[in-house]
């Protein structure tokens, strides 16, 4: 079983930066791909970034585009989520998410593992 554990979330005001980090953990990891996903109160869990874990293939959300950067260490089996020039509306909890096989990627059903979230606030 896999298990996945991020870091990172806290407290910061709008233009900072914060940086995610999932690590994980269980049998050999390989995943197809890695992803984070977001949810903030009252809304539904929303797509925010994927990498592919052999290629590092990237893709984000629109309203993230040029602000956050996924990457990965294979060695380490981890995924980062860097984030720069935070917004009050990125106020969410994060989730970082593992799928087995290649999939649509946006979709949160598709994925087999999760974290258990953590919670990043934005401030105005």
């Known amino acids: 079983q896999v298990q996945l554990v991020e870091s990172g979330g806290g407290l910061v005001q709008a233009g900072g930066s914060l940086r995610l980090s999932c690590a994980a953990s269980?049998?050999?990891?390989?995943?197809?791909?890695m992803a984070w996903f977001r949810q903030a109160p009252g809304k539904d869990r929303e797509f925010v970034a994927r990498?592919?874990?052999?290629?590092?293939?990237?893709a984000y959300a629109n309203s993230v585009r040029g602000r956050f950067t996924i990457s990965r260490d294979n060695a380490k089996s981890t995924v980062s989520l860097q984030m720069n020039d935070l917004k009050p509306e990125d106020t969410a909890v994060y989730y970082c998410?593992?799928?087995?096989?290649?999939?649509?990627?946006?979709?949160?059903?598709?994925?087999?593992?999760w974290g258990q979230g953590t919670q990043v606030t934005v401030s105005s």
């Open positions: 998410a593992a799928a087995n096989s290649q999939t649509v990627f946006t979709a949160q059903g598709n994925y087999d593992y």
């Open positions: 269980g049998r050999t990891f390989s995943p197809y791909t």
């Open positions: 990498i592919t874990w052999s290629a590092g293939y990237t």
